[in-house]
């Protein structure tokens, strides 16, 4: 009988693969493997205790919804829709790559597409000229300036307070112009301004981070009593040392519903980050003063094609407009289904913010609504479009993580939401809006946390990185 021979690794790619580990592994696997090296430990041994999918990078063929779509019924948009289940429940720790497996098409019938109602998504090296840049994503490594955090203008705090929450809403300038786009990275690079070390971000990790968000999870009607020990509301809020404008905040958001629970984003952005959003501010609040409904500002869904076709990005509504604008901004490129995904997430977001309802509330994922940090803690408004709760909540709490944030210019860069068709089969154009919105399946994927990963090289700038956000086994 002939024996097989065992594969055979050469001392270099044994190394090799160790070092592969180490750069894509958690903090605590690449803890263990240093270990295992300093004890003297064989290298075969030790890559014996490594996960061998850790080395697989296999992707498998992109299936078609079109090869499907006798098969569809009815079904729902949440964030998990009947009869299907989470793409990544095999994955458990949410740190390697996704089973390429075929998901479900039961309830793909309503949101079949045929070719003749699809439109052309350019391609990578296709650019969107009418798509100006509303900041320019290296402000992301630049500082807070004191005077401008001493001198805020605070009129977004209730900028975006829908009359029908507010009452006798005060009146909004009239002429506030509108910020002007970036037409361009005409800035000088930062990169000699920047520091040669690595800034790395909460080296003393909070446990305690993740059961709180797991409970605004479980239950949004969040019960407040536990925040504050057994002082009173709002006596626990006057003596946190904050000036008296947030802590009026804080108070109002004791005795208001969840939903009209808006987040303190009272710190100024960096650089060009402000005007983005003042920007929206300023062009709602005179839409607004001039007579027009909310109805017909906050759209019944955003149109993803304003992304890469100008024509309909100039029939769009003001919110796709500026989610077009700040995800262009954010990734230099809208032509992919993350693109697709992250504007809708951003369309919710401003949504809720310009018009505060149970109806505009409850549309958005569950683990996109506000953190108790964001209701209690001055921050900027950059850190609310986060969509990782726990890492959200955890970068609110710190004031040196609003500022100097190469871990946003490394999310913008590395972000993904898994697609596994083609992309132009991802949105459909809707009969009654005549405008183009995702498909059935593909807002199951863009409403599943799980399906949202960042690179590996997150990991350098947030310590702990994966008890945050998924992070991939494999770069990108």
């Known amino acids: 009988m002939k024996l097989l021979k065992k594969e055979s690794l050469s001392s270099t790619e044994e190394m090799e693969r160790i070092i592969h580990a180490l750069r894509t592994t958690s903090d605590d696997q690449a803890t263990a493997i240093l270990a295992k090296l300093r004890i003297g430990a064989r290298l075969d041994q030790i890559l014996k205790d490594i996960p061998p999918s850790v080395f697989s990078t296999a992707m498998s063929k992109r299936p078609s919804i079109l090869a499907h779509d006798s098969l569809g019924t009815s079904g729902s948009s949440d964030s998990h829709l009947p009869g299907t289940s989470s793409l990544h429940e095999?994955?458990?720790?949410r740190t390697s790559s996704p089973t390429r497996g075929r998901p479900s098409f039961a309830f793909l019938a309503?949101?079949?597409?045929?070719?003749?109602?699809?439109?052309a998504v350019p391609s990578d090296g296709e650019k969107s000229p009418f798509l100006a840049l509303l900041f320019d994503r290296e402000d992301f490594l630049e500082a807070i300036s004191?005077?401008?955090?001493?001198?805020?203008?605070?009129?977004?705090e209730h900028g975006f307070i829908d009359p029908r929450l507010l009452g006798n809403s005060s009146s909004t300038t009239q002429n506030a112009s509108s910020s002007a786009a970036i037409d361009g990275p005409s800035r000088p690079s930062r990169e000699s301004s920047?520091?040669?070390?690595?800034r790395i971000h909460g080296l003393i990790p909070l446990s305690n981070r993740q059961p709180i968000v797991n409970t605004l999870r479980l239950h949004p009607n969040l019960s407040l009593v536990n925040l504050f020990g057994n002082m009173p509301f709002s006596s626990s809020v006057r003596a946190n040392n904050y000036p008296r404008d947030i802590q009026d905040t804080q108070v109002n958001n004791l005795f208001v519903p969840t939903w009209a629970m808006m987040t303190v984003n009272t710190r100024p952005d960096p650089g060009s980050l402000k005007t983005a959003f003042y920007g929206l501010h300023q062009e709602v609040a005179i839409m607004m003063g001039n007579g027009v409904p909310i109805e017909a500002i906050i759209e019944t869904h955003p149109n993803i094609a304003a992304l890469f076709d100008e024509a309909e990005y100039n029939k769009s509504g003001v919110l796709s407009r500026w989610a077009a604008g700040i995800v262009h901004s954010i990734r230099h490129k809208g032509d992919d289904f993350t693109a697709f995904a992250s504007m809708y997430l951003t369309w919710y977001l401003a949504r809720w913010m310009i018009s505060p309802s149970p109806e505009t509330y409850e549309a958005m994922p569950v683990w996109l609504r506000p953190t108790p940090n964001q209701l209690f803690m001055p921050h900027t408004n950059i850190l609310d479009f986060i969509i990782w709760p726990a890492f959200r909540e955890y970068v609110v709490?710190?004031?040196?993580?609003h500022e100097h944030m190469e871990y946003m210019l490394?999310?913008?860069?590395?972000?993904?939401?898994?697609?596994f068709f083609a992309t132009e089969e991802a949105f459909f154009k809707v009969d009654e809006t005549r405008m183009f919105d995702l498909c059935m399946l593909a807002k199951a994927s863009m409403r599943d946390l799980s399906c949202w990963s960042v690179g590996p090289s997150f990991r350098q700038y947030v310590a702990n990185a994966d008890s945050y956000v998924r992070i991939r086994t494999e770069a990108f």
């Open 146 to 156: 004191e005077d401008e955090d001493e001198n805020y203008n605070t009129v977004n």
């Open 90 to 93: 095999s994955d458990s720790r």
């Open 410 to 419: 490394d999310m913008s860069n590395t972000i993904r939401c898994d697609w």
């Open 194 to 198: 920047r520091a040669n070390t690595v």
């Open 110 to 119: 309503q949101s079949s597409l045929t070719r003749s109602e699809r439109t």
């Open 397 to 401: 709490e710190f004031p040196e993580m």
